[in-house]
């Protein structure tokens, strides 16, 4: 099959060294702003630099029915934030007025759909509460909570901080909406830079405790790096450097990293693993993802860290997780399959746990072929992972069947343009949907994977940055997009589909 006008071998190979030798130039990483975010410090740090663009792009970004963020329930923890933010800076007018507008909209009976979004059942009785506090003020009647989320789980973490209690690390990550008292046994952070990985959290340590020059600083550069908005985390080093250098070796694609990328990679990884960034909790997905990415440019090591976060059945993203990730499992998978296919060590028990975690995945399977997962709205990133884990490291015929249902599902739900997406067109679910009819191909796959490489190679040919297009749809406090990744993940894509097509 012929795919003309296309992005030839030698783009995707340039576009790889560029978007790798990035990688080293800004280990801040390449994410955009968030509206959450930018809320917080909007509300929280006036008095910190920047504080007219964040007003400003919270002004910009704000959508025609007055809401920001993504669609339905999407939307409800950016709105909360920015219309505080708001009014706290901006008192009542068009821009609050239209936001406050938004919400009853969202929160009326029963109530909006809260996806699994990190920590919302705190944010969000949290920000209703502030927001209702300015609204008195000012004489207006307040916002009701959802019927989905009652405010206990927040009194519950107030009360057992004001206790004593240490804080976990994963919820130092949302520290600015715990509304920690300056005095009293809560116990403080050691701010030796960010707070959680968080320029908000960062920022109300630093308002309610003082500051240590660190973290100063460290909120002063996350400012800057963008101009004043900020995201949910900053930097995402160790996050990004894994995630972009393991998937374009898992497709082949020809790059060599700088030999500090790899080692800095390295020497990240300790006896608990490794965390996306600074401040933020070590967790098993970073972990698994870089020790594939490791593994497959010549560096392996044994994946002993992942036994940390095993549990009965499956492996946690970190101890005490409210939920379960296919992705994170599926990661896991491939970092124990790389190490089975080096000179392996104890490799009885990683084949063990390798043969359960197939079946475990095959077990999660939804009805009509797909994965979803916590950490990604869209479904065709958690089906591509959990595809590619089981075409190159599952177990039994169970995963062959999975892998097949799966691609049946993405042929279903190709657009009449050749191209995939759960909300609209992207890049993005463009490539994870050409990676997973990459791994069985037939007449009618090759067609399917013809139409998404033209659709991609639009993006790469005309130079501008892929994915720069597409919604947010990665889960943080908000959702977010790293731009790098997702670069990588249409490189790997096209890559892939050159070697099916030459």
């Known amino acids: ?18 978007l790798v030798a990035g990688l080293a130039l800004d280990p801040w990483g390449s994410v955009r702003p968030s509206v959450y975010e930018t809320g917080r410090l909007v509300a929280l740090a006036p008095w910190l630099e920047g504080h007219r663009q964040r007003i400003e792009y919270l002004l910009d970004t ?15 923890v950016p709105t909360l934030s920015a ?7 901006l008192g009542v007018g068009p821009a609050t007025e239209r936001g406050l507008a938004a919400l009853a909209g969202l929160l009326r009976a029963p109530g909006p759909v809260i996806p699994d979004l990190p920590a919302v059942e705190l944010i969000v009785p949290a920000l209703i509460a502030s927001l209702n506090e300015r609204l008195r003020d000012s004489g207006r009647g307040g916002l009701p909570l959802p019927s989905t989320i009652d405010g206990a789980t927040l009194g519950r973490v107030r009360a057992s901080l004001a206790s004593g209690i240490n804080a976990p690390q994963k919820l130092l990550h949302a520290w ?14 050691v701010a030796d830079g960010p707070v959680g990985g968080s320029p908000a959290a960062t920022a109300a340590w630093l308002r309610d405790h003082g500051g240590s020059e660190p973290a100063w600083r460290y909120l002063e550069r996350a400012v800057r790096h963008q101009g004043g908005p900020v995201p949910c985390a900053a930097p995402i080093t160790v996050f990004e450097r894994a995630w972009v250098l393991n998937w374009l070796a898992e497709a082949g694609v020809p790059v060599t990293p700088p030999e500090g990328l790899l080692r800095d990679l390295d020497v990240a990884i300790g006896e608990h693993g490794v965390a ?9 997905d970073t972990t698994a993802v870089a020790l594939s990415a490791l593994a497959q440019f010549g560096m392996p090591r044994e994946p002993a860290s992942l036994w940390a976060y095993e549990l009965p059945s499956h492996f946690c993203t970190w101890q005490g997780e409210d939920g379960r990730s296919v992705s994170v499992n599926a990661h896991v998978l491939e970092a124990f399959g790389h190490w089975l296919g080096s000179a392996a060590r104890d490799a009885e028990r990683y084949r063990a746990a390798a043969v359960r975690l197939s079946g475990w995945l095959v077990a999660q399977q939804q009805p009509d072929g797909s994965w979803t997962d916590r950490w990604h709205a869209s479904p065709f990133y958690a089906t591509a992972c959990c595809v590619q884990a089981l075409s190159r490291f599952g177990y039994g015929d169970e995963a062959e069947a999975a892998i ?4 049946e599902w993405v042929l279903a739900n190709r657009r009449p343009d050749g191209s995939w997406g759960w909300w ?35 993006a790469i040919r005309a130079g501008s940055v892929v994915g720069s297009g597409d919604p947010p749809m990665w889960h943080d406090k908000d959702l977010y997009s790293p731009l790098a990744i997702v670069h990588a993940a249409v490189l790997a894509a096209l890559h892939q589909a050159q070697r099916l097509f030459s």
């Open 276 to 284: 996306a960034g600074p401040g933020l909790p070590n967790d098993a």
């Open 62 to 76: 704000q959508r025609a029915d007055g809401g920001w963020g993504g669609p339905g329930g999407y939307a409800l």
């Open 424 to 458: 609209r067109t992207t890049d993005e679910e463009t490539a994870y949907a050409m990676r997973i009819l990459l791994t069985i191909t037939s007449g009618r796959s090759e067609e399917a994977i013809a139409g998404g490489y033209r659709h991609l190679s639009e």
């Open 176 to 189: 600015e909406i715990l509304g920690v008292p300056r005095a009293g046994r809560v116990p403080v952070p």
């Open 1 to 18: 099959m012929t795919v003309e006008a296309c992005a030839t071998p030698a783009d995707v190979a340039t576009a790889a060294a560029d």
């Open 83 to 89: 219309t505080d933010g708001l009014l706290s800076a």
């Open 404 to 407: 097949g249902r799966a691609v």
